[in-house]
């Protein structure tokens, strides 16, 4: 279909009472039989289709999004001040619509690195984590000295090309802090950084006075062998850890680089599925085009891994009807009253509005966001729900509790396993998940023109009837198996990937 023969509007459901601004929308613009726009709506916002009481439920994808907040006119301008939540009963009709996967017969494939444990990977990096905020330094200046020199063109790797880089993996806590959960927490999410099949080895850098103690990590997670670790203070200074630092990595280059990509199958990829800056086309582009890849991916006998729990909040009961049983839908219930009552004991709202930009992309409420949001998992069953950071076993979809935050979302699906991110964004968010390569879909052909440098996939043909739903997720999944095989990703490229690791703080900064 020609971009220019496209309505004005998107229709989603019957049974929605508003439909979605294809562009800026002038007043007097017809957007359905007897309906006129009564004001400018900017892109991806909502105009009421058909009069809509006080406190009546709004609807979009068939799902309640909030309730009005006064009589709405036909040809409104729906958004924050005309919609706000309000609660209603769902029904979690636990697995009433799981059904058999339709496994293909014959699964694609790509070019992967097999660990020797069998593991695949998709880069081959080394890393350093660290214990604590203390040794964070010295680890990036170990990780500096094999950094390439974007202005010369220096490169410390040039003669062992199979290694993608040497990354570290710094944060901002691991003392002042409690023993029980945080610490817990910390550790599980360095372990599933240090197990992860994309690093070939890796350093642990500590300081050695501190509550998150080198020794017992290696203990706790079972590190021992997998796992190089250093203490500032027993090593004798910090130019003493770095010197030794830089003196392993040369050692153990070589082995690194022994490494060759050979035919895999798709079942080893495990993609994390992530979205942020969204706007009110990632529910109708990027997000559903991503969960028909999912579906694909799924089929094909991988995993896919969604998380940020405050953002399927609202929503969780159309992912129980999916659970392939009770008890892993309750788990999914489980997390949400977890999250209610740290809300409550943080002083938190769980169903608070979106953040500015996506209320500025045309989200009104969470549950609108967590709708759009859920569709990049398909619509397959829902196999398991994780802990945050624990390690991913099953194949298929899996949920995994994880703040609504990007950037900690990911480092826990990361340390669950994860060997490739797809990041869904409409406003243009740049980002990377070191070692794991992330692709960025976008939601709108502006955006993707404007940011084409950081965009690796526009899924604004959708809304210009360019391309199905379908076709771009097609398009998704054969950009998955290009990217697991070696095509660098834009962020990638642009080195984007180690300053956004950071671990979930929960409880107190003693």
């Given amino acids: 279909m020609d971009a220019v023969t496209q309505p004005p509007v998107i229709r989603l459901h019957p049974e929605d009472g508003v439909v979605i601004a294809r ?24 105009i009421a289709v058909r009069p809509i009481a006080k406190g009546e439920a709004i609807r979009r994808y068939g799902q309640i999004i909030g309730f009005a907040t006064r009589d709405l006119p036909p040809g409104e301008w729906v958004h924050v001040e005309e919609c706000v939540m309000g609660d209603f009963s769902k029904d979690y009709a636990w697995g009433v619509d799981a059904s058999p996967t339709a496994y293909v017969p014959e699964p694609a494939t790509f070019q992967g690195i097999r660990r020797p444990d069998g593991r695949v990977a998709t880069r081959n990096y080394l890393g350093i984590v660290t214990s604590v905020n203390c040794s964070a330094h010295v680890a990036e200046l170990i990780a500096m000295a094999f950094r390439r020199n974007p202005l010369t063109g220096d490169d410390p790797l040039a003669a062992w090309p199979n290694v993608d880089g040497v990354v570290a993996l710094t944060h901002k806590t691991g003392c002042g802090m409690t023993a029980g959960e945080p610490l817990e927490l910390l550790r599980r999410t360095l372990g599933g950084y240090a197990r992860h099949a994309n690093f070939s080895h890796v350093i642990g850098i500590g300081l050695g006075c501190e509550v998150n103690q080198i020794g017992d990590m290696l203990r706790e997670q079972k590190l021992s062998g997998r796992l190089r670790s250093m203490d500032i203070q027993e090593m004798g200074g910090a130019r003493k850890t770095v010197a030794a630092g830089i003196d392993f990595v040369r050692e153990v280059l070589a082995e690194s680089n022994a490494v060759m990509r050979e035919t895999v199958p798709a079942s080893a990829l495990c993609v994390a599925l992530q979205c942020g800056g969204s706007d009110g086309y990632s529910g109708i582009t990027a997000n559903p085009a991503l969960g028909v890849a999912s579906d694909i991916l799924v089929r094909h006998g991988g995993t896919v891994i969604l998380s940020e729990t405050p953002e399927t909040y609202g929503a969780e009961h159309l992912l129980t009807r999916r659970a392939v049983s009770r008890e892993v839908g309750e788990k999914l219930v489980g997390l949400m009253r977890w999250w209610e009552a740290y809300c409550e004991r943080e002083g938190a709202e769980m169903n608070a509005n979106p953040s500015p930009g996506n209320k500025a992309g045309g989200l009104t409420t969470i549950l609108e966001k967590s709708l ?16 945050y950071a624990e390690p991913v076993t099953a194949k298929g979809f899996v949920f995994m509790d994880t703040p609504g935050y990007d950037p900690v979302a990911a480092t826990g699906q990361v340390a669950g396993g994860a060997n490739l991110v797809c990041f869904t ?27 084409e440098e950081d965009m690796d996939v526009n899924c604004g043909t959708i809304l210009t009837g360019e391309e199905t739903v379908e076709q771009v997720g097609e398009r998704i999944f054969r950009t998955m198996l290009r990217v697991a095989s070696g095509e660098l990703t834009k962020s990638e490229a642009f080195d984007f990937g180690a300053a956004e690791f950071a671990p979930w703080v929960i409880g107190a900064t003693m």
């Fill in 23 to 46: 562009i800026a929308i002038p007043p007097g613009t017809s957007v359905a039989p007897g309906v006129t726009t009564l004001r400018r709506v900017p892109p991806g916002h909502k």
């Fill in 372 to 387: 759009g949001a859920m569709a990049k998992a398909g619509s397959t069953n829902l196999v398991e729900v994780v802990r």
């Fill in 425 to 451: 964004t409409g406003r243009g968010s740049v980002f990377g998940a070191k070692p794991a390569p992330s692709l960025k879909l976008a939601t709108n052909s502006a955006m993707y023109a404007r940011m």
